[in-house]
């Protein structure tokens, strides 16, 4: 990780030691359309592959603006009557039915470019892959890294829902390019930090629960740092996968949480390194967990959003490598 990536790591714990809270609620607006690379259209009738090839991925950003909600001013902005969302999308091109939906919510000064890597080999496995930019909590704002406000997670649940709507609503647009990829009845949900945060938000409490969301990942995600006062965690049966590494600076705040959520549950601990394993493990830096963090995650999203039993094997062998460098827990 580079000097910037100390600097975030530095910012969310200033910031989670200092944010104050409050809550919003969902809502909807309308959105722009967003730059795509080409798109090709098929006819063919063969059965849909489980794997693509990294030239058959294709990228767009669409600005989805909730005209209902405001964003907050910052020392470098000012306050907006609304807040929009540039949401970086990416998917199998061609493909011939309907994908699982997977929603990516970045941590404090992140930012969708950050998860590329993460994104694109998810969308090979035959996944949509939608990251929002958050628009208090990113570092792609005036000011930069100084400018993400921690507090502004609160806000960040009702995002990720808007999105959601937003992204259904041009799966259903015949003129969208994303019209008929998205398997609406198959959503999940992951999130790092205080995305990670923001994921239990919207899976688990009662301020901001979106019951769309049927299998929820938390990376490196310490879910109390923030209250949402307007509601309260409930235990739900929802698949949940929990990584982190037992280096990271919030080890204990995430580890903590895994013995509260209801089966069936993951907890996967990499294990070694410093506090830089708060993020290298998920964002485009590379970290020796790379390929397991790929392949793990894969393998829950085919498990809980495909139905493919034989993924829980290759879940459990990819969180347990011969060298000892991670485990696993699992509770069904």
Request: proline fraction near 8%; aromatic fraction near 6%; hydrophobic fraction near 40%.
């Amino acid at each position: 990780m580079t000097g910037g990536g100390r600097r975030s790591l530095a910012l969310f714990a200033v910031g989670a030691l200092a944010a104050t809270v409050g809550c919003s609620s969902s809502s909807s607006s309308s959105s722009g359309d967003g730059d795509a690379t080409a798109a090709t259209t098929t006819t063919t009738t063969q059965p849909q592959p489980e794997t693509y090839e990294p030239g058959d991925i294709a990228t767009r950003t669409e600005s989805f603006i909730d005209a209902a909600r405001p964003t907050a001013a910052t020392d470098f902005s000012p306050a907006e009557a609304s807040r929009t969302l540039e949401t970086t999308i990416a998917y199998p091109e061609p493909a011939t039915d309907p994908l699982p939906l997977v929603v990516l919510a970045h941590g404090l000064s992140g930012d969708p470019a950050k998860f590329s890597q993460l994104m694109t080999a998810w969308a090979q496995a035959g996944y949509v892959v939608a990251v929002p930019r958050f628009p208090r909590s990113t570092d792609d704002q005036p000011g930069g890294q100084q400018a993400a406000q921690f507090g502004d997670v609160v806000n960040q649940p009702a995002d990720v829902s808007f999105v959601i709507e937003e992204l259904l609503r041009l799966d259903e647009e015949a003129d969208s390019p994303l019209h008929g990829r998205i398997d609406a009845d198959h959503i999940g949900l992951a999130g790092h930090s205080a995305g990670g945060i923001t994921t239990y938000g919207v899976v688990y409490n009662s301020c901001c629960r979106d019951d769309r969301i049927e299998a929820a990942m938390l990376l490196a995600a310490p879910r109390d740092l923030i209250t949402f006062p307007d509601g309260s965690y409930e235990p739900r049966s929802i698949p949940a996968l929990l990584i982190m590494a037992d280096g990271d600076f919030v080890y204990e705040q995430s580890n903590v949480v895994y013995p509260e959520l209801a089966p069936p549950k993951w907890l996967i601990t990499l294990h070694g390194g410093d506090a830089l394993r708060h993020a290298s493990p998920f964002e485009n830096a590379p970290d020796p967990s790379d390929q397991l963090v790929v392949e793990a995650t894969v393998a829950f999203w085919d498990l809980q959003l495909k139905d493919r039993a034989d993924a829980a094997q290759t879940l459990t062998e990819a969180a347990q490598p011969p060298d000892g460098s991670a485990s696993l827990e699992h509770e069904e």
